[in-house]
């Protein structure tokens, strides 16, 4: 064949002609063809794309509709800018370039660092990661899953039998190997107990035996091994590149297209790459975890963690040759999928074999219910200070495999929290004139909203409740152990400041309350008696809130604490209703919850009010005698 000039500016104009024809007789008949675009962010590349479809819409006579948000726009706006679009009658069709698109949306899901004030240059500590969602794992699958679509319309609209012959090598080569990297997905939420993928990264904090970091890499090597070989294939890389197969195809669904519009795709390739690498990551490597940094860098190491699988990518793609594409599938649903399904399998073996719930046992074998190790005993363990941290020795975590037991965790000077935990759903609790709250304190959303209209009907009764302190993370409790290790001494600031992790601060649902107009609650013995301190100790059960360091020498020795009328714990209203029914300290209550102890009912609960939701017993109403106090100073 001779090859032959073409004049491609030409050829676009008469294409152009074509198109203008065939928009003017829709015009003739009332038809206006409309392209809508939405353009999130400001992206040199993307505007320059969209700019120059729209500039092409003018020229053949189709309506242009464009819709320009910010990069801060949340997820909420974008849904509403194309539900607009989408009721727009003018709007007949959408641009989309998804395989990019993909790349980065799957990518601001990942997180890569822990929570962190910056080295103090912040108030407020954040989250590093574009976007803290709850069901990451899920978020993820769902958009890398979208990516194909992209490939295959590119290759259909190619108009090229090699093109399409790329794009349906990537339709079957996701469906073959995404059964087998979700599958790998499963077993890791088995074990973690969570589809968050931060919690993922908390459950993997620490180490066995003081040397082996505690990935679940160690603990799923096969699922490791499924999850990367499914990667490779999913981001079309050597030697699973068949989508392309230079050889075969002519680089595939990349046939016909150049410039800005071919450079699209190995930029999404590329993405998706680091995308894969940093889901591995977090899923299996312990995320940003590793020693010596602090919080404000720990994500060099996900950076370090991410940069070693991208040399194995790059490793891999010259030194293994391309298979056969029969190859593949065979490889895919015959090896590759079995082996990730019978690897659930034994996950979830282990998981019943180790954790799963007992027989129910017969009444002459009731369970006994352990003694909670007493206050004299845990206070007479060793306290190190480690780089200005405290650390109890012998301290124990008080979740078991990531499950965020916000509401039952017992927290005292031997139960602790992971350095890395932070609660999921954290909200600004700043209701300033109002409810005299301040200081950008935050708290969980369940506890917010119940402190929320505590207030408000406390303000309705006259009194004025503010907030001194909610939520804490774990270095900002380490600032404030320090504080009063360094005014009163290691051993007496023990007594009524927790050590780093120890805190139920850290949780997220606890709050230390005073009176506006008046100093801090802790440095004077008024507010025991205050009308501020009997409001709460007579109505905080009915929002949910339980008093964690009650007063009295016998309470005092059993929460391990002095007592503090001002800390306050959200638990949820019933549970908060069947420990003020008890009398018992709520340490002493978890724990007999925890392992199975009866609920006992106490003297005062026939005088307080059940919730609307409560089940249980409810106790004919007594007369309940008055709170006496005699508080010491606060953590």
Known sequence: MTAQLLDGTATAAAIKGELRDRVAALAERGIVPGLGTLLVGDDGASRSYVTGKHRDCAEVGVASIAVELPATATQDEIADAVRALNADPAVTGFMSTGVKAAAFAAFATVPWGAETTLFGLLDTPVKLGVADVNVGVLVVFAITSMGVYGIVLAGWSSNSKYSLLGGLRSSAQMISYELAYATALASVVMLSG??????????????????????????????????????????????????????????????????????????????????????????????????????????????????????????????????????????????????????????????????????PARAEELPVVPEIPSCATINAR????????????????????GRDQWATSVLDPMHRLPSTYVPTELVSIDYRARQGTGGGWRLKAEAAGALRQMFLDSWAEGIKLRVISAYRSYATQKITFSYWVTKSGLQEARHYSAVPGHSEHQLGTAVDLGTIGAGAPWGTKAFATSPTALWLTANAYRYGFVRSYPSGASKVALSCYGSEPWHWRYVGTTLAYEIACSELVPRIFLWNRQYGGERTIGVRCGALTPPDSYEGEVPPPIETPAPTESPTPSP
């Open 194 to 359: 969570s589809l968050s993928l931060r919690e993922i990264v908390n459950a993997q904090a620490g180490t066995w035996w003081g040397f082996i970091p505690r990935w679940y890499l160690f603990l799923q090597p096969v699922g490791f091994v499924i999850y990367v070989i499914a990667g490779v294939a999913e981001t079309n890389r050597a030697p699973f590149d068949f989508p392309e197969a230079e050889q075969e195809l002519v680089a595939g669904y990349n046939t016909e297209y150049s410039s800005v519009r071919f450079a699209l795709f190995p930029q999404a390739e590329y993405v998706n790459m680091v995308t894969m690498s940093g889901v591995a990551t977090d899923l299996y490597r312990g995320g940003w975890n590793g020693p010596f940094l602090p919080p404000e860098l720990s994500w060099v190491w996900f950076l370090l963690k991410i940069g070693v699988l991208l040399f194995a990518y790059i490793w891999v793609r010259w030194t293994v040759p391309r298979y056969r594409y029969d190859q593949l599938m065979t490889f895919g649903w015959k090896w590759l999928f079995p082996a990730a399904v019978l690897n659930l399998i034994a996950t979830a073996a282990l998981i019943a074999a180790l954790f799963g719930a007992p027989v």
């Open 382 to 401: 060793k306290i190190t200070l480690v780089n200005g941290s405290a650390k109890i020795a012998g301290s124990v975590l008080t979740l078991e495999r």
